[in-house]
């Protein structure tokens, strides 16, 4: 198994030898979940862009950006692209209110990133800065996050956002991948309006000051079931016992979609 330890010594440097050793176990245990398959890799970008900005800022990312990110999914240099506004929250003036995923195949995929986001590949005759969205928005933050779970199949038009910090990395794996399960089944006997689940664990940025390191993400078809989930009344749940200890919830996010691109779309399934 090949560990990933190139952000370790940096870590060691700030958080001292016992939390270091518990990184490296995160590591090596979300890891070797995935050795055997190489698993998706997504850039998240979070975005502010002031209220008199946003009109203009949907109109260009749907109508120029979104068909570059389709161009790039059907020269298989992505798998999907979705744009996500966020639903309430804090620090509304300032805080980031968009959220951009930008999902490929395996690691490999970052290579091409910056030959993906070339205007001119896609609108040669128009002037880049019409397309432009810089000067209509600031990146709050650039996450590179690594698939390690999922459920269901049904792309989601909500998503509720789990943000978590890990402090016990084993019994963290050990819950989620029985939540997989769980979820699974519970989705497949339609006793929760969740539509799709995914785990992933934050690769970069990485360390003591970063609020999280793994994100939970449920799917719903409507607000009011990403706000408050409900299940069916018989429904078991599995052991939780030891949850609050693995992983300490930072903060929980509500995006709604705006628009996506993928490339089962692409391919009509």
Known sequence: MKTQTHNLRAVISTVGIAQAVAVMLFFCLFTGQVQDVEAQIAVMQYRHVPAENVQE???????????????????????YWAMWQKVGGWNLDTGSNFL????????????????????????????????????????????????IADAGNEEPQFLRMNYGKVHDPEKTLEIEMNWKTFIEEQMEQGNTTATSWRFVRV???????????????DGFQSLSEAVYPTWADDVEFPDMTGFDEAQTRDRVSVYARVKSVSREAESGE
């Open 203 to 217: 690769l970069t940025p990485a360390g003591a000051s970063i609020p999280f390191d793994v994100i939970s993400m």
């Open 57 to 79: 800022f949907v109109r260009r990312e749907t109508t120029y950006w979104s068909a570059i990110a389709e161009k790039a999914i059907q020269e298989d240099k992505m798998m």
């Open 100 to 147: 951009f995923m930008n999902v490929f195949a395996d690691k490999t995929g970052l290579d091409n990133v910056s030959g993906i986001w070339d205007p001119t590949t896609v609108f040669p005759e128009m002037n880049p800065a019409d397309i432009s969205t810089e000067m209509l928005s600031t990146t709050k933050h650039m996450l590179v996050v690594e698939s």
